[in-house]
């Protein structure tokens, strides 16, 4: 099959449109398909979740700008380690170190909640660095674990568990 | 130093071994991004501060008790390649094209089968990268994991107890795990189905790119399915949703396979033998044709109409008929007329080769 448009290209590109109720087919080789702007999901270039990213950002740049302007000549946003300001993150879409993280926290969690759905790490802790953070999720889990066991009525292994769980949280604590 | 090694063949070691589900599942790949603490990401970071980087990550590279995937691994600086061996390991996909092209004191260690390739210096100060053949995604996390755990022992990463590893960019924060599927979609190609089938994977946080990554072409029919959600969910829920959706995808190339096997099956075997016809004869090929019928020449052996080519010689030609590869070979630059003469003498070459083999 020829593509519709130029006539001298085989089409490569098949799909339907609904427009107005009505199905239209349309059948265009890839040059006049990129012409139209017409291309499938996942073979165009540069449309990507990192391009996109920026506009995310863009916005809640504005809005940060908005929320920020009463206060007239307000410092821009800026990150005290390296220097990194809110604006230039948001044009970039990248930190310029792991500092950024909170100094811009204010304005980043309605962000992740775009991209990922989620605000909160849930995954992996590593030893050195997360040493709290798995100690508290060992708790949780044995916690969990606890009242299974007294719904079960297995009371003794429960006191067993009630005991470790008191002492993880005395480690915490200390 | 020996780079040619790693750049002289096409296949890696890794490659050469059949992986489960090959017949549509190329290859299955895990990365995660690590940074370390205390320095600034390598967009920001000093000349000084980048080459510290690597000091440390060297050092912990021949620290005792390591993995003994990286037993005899080496660090190569990307300093000391030449732009087209770099380009060789960005064909390869043991590189990014971001670190063969845009690091400061950019660095990679490769395992001697180079199923891992971990990356310093490119976005992330270290990025951990295993691949495996065919289907197994759980695979390449658990090794990713240990080697995490091992580099972990030896340095101290970025972290934040609620956002997790924290990354360079805001897409990989929290787990920094990116795991990715290679599949080859032929006969869904064929009956016009990706249309439907991209969009409804999308939906459920995966994402669909060509085979070089973000932004690239998809070629031969050939695409990469990964996680797009870092944050927020565990590594091993990451792992195993991709595992099902792909799962699913392979079930649907399957159909898609049987249904053209039965509805048109002469046009189906006209078309892969005219593709095996005009790789074994063609005199002069763009490598956008070659992968095409390569496809063709890959269905054609997946579904049993092709004997005599193993699916390896096609993994390898996908490979060594990209341009940095037939420079490399040829050791001189070549234009793309050149390039398009010299890949066509490539595949003719090969395809006796299988069949002598055989």
Known sequence: MQCQECGKRPATLHYTKIINGEKNEFHLCEVCARERGEQMAGMDSGFSINNLLSGLLNLDGQFAEQQARPAAQAQPLRCPTCGLTYSQFSKIGRFGCSDCYDAFSAQLDPLFRRVHGHTTHRGKVPERTGGKLRVRREIDKLKQEMATRIENEEFEEAARLRDRIRDLQEKLDS | MSLPRFTQHALSEWMKGKGPRSDIVIS??????????????????????????????????????????????????????????????????????????????????????????????????????????????????????????????????????????????????????????????????????LNRLFPAITQVGLAVRGIYGEGSEALGNLYQVSNQVTLGQREEEIVQKLEGVVRQMIEHEHTARNRIREASFIQLEDRIHRSHGILSSARVISSKEAMERLSDVRLGIDMGLISGVTPQVMNELMVITQPGFLQIRANQRLDTEERDIRRAEMIREQLSLGRERE
Not at chain 2, 29 to 50: C, D, E, H, K
Not at chain 2, 148 to 169: H, M, N, P, R, V
């Open chain 2, 28 to 193: 299955s790949r895990v990365r995660i991004a690590r940074n370390l603490s205390g320095l600034p990401f390598p967009m920001l970071a000093t000349s000084s501060q980048s080459s510290e980087v690597v000091r440390r990550v060297e050092m912990a590279l021949r620290e005792e008790g390591r993995p003994s995937v990286l037993k005899d691994a080496e660090l190569i600086r990307m300093d000391d390649l030449s732009d087209l061996e770099k380009r060789v390991l960005v064909e390869k996909h043991l590189i990014s094209p971001h670190l063969a092209e845009e690091s400061r004191h950019g660095a990679v260690i490769l395992s001697q089968n180079e199923a891992v390739s971990i990356m310093v210096n490119e976005e992330d100060h270290i990025r951990i990268q295993c691949l495996f053949p065919g289907f197994q995604p759980e695979e390449a996390w658990k090794l990713a994991d240990e080697l995490d755990d091992w580099f972990e022992s030896q340095l101290t990463y970025a972290f934040s107890e609620t956002k997790g590893y924290l990354t360079s960019c805001p897409t990989n924060v929290g787990t920094g795990i990116r795991a990715s599927v290679m599949v080859h979609l032929p006969a869904l190609a064929l009956t016009r189905q």
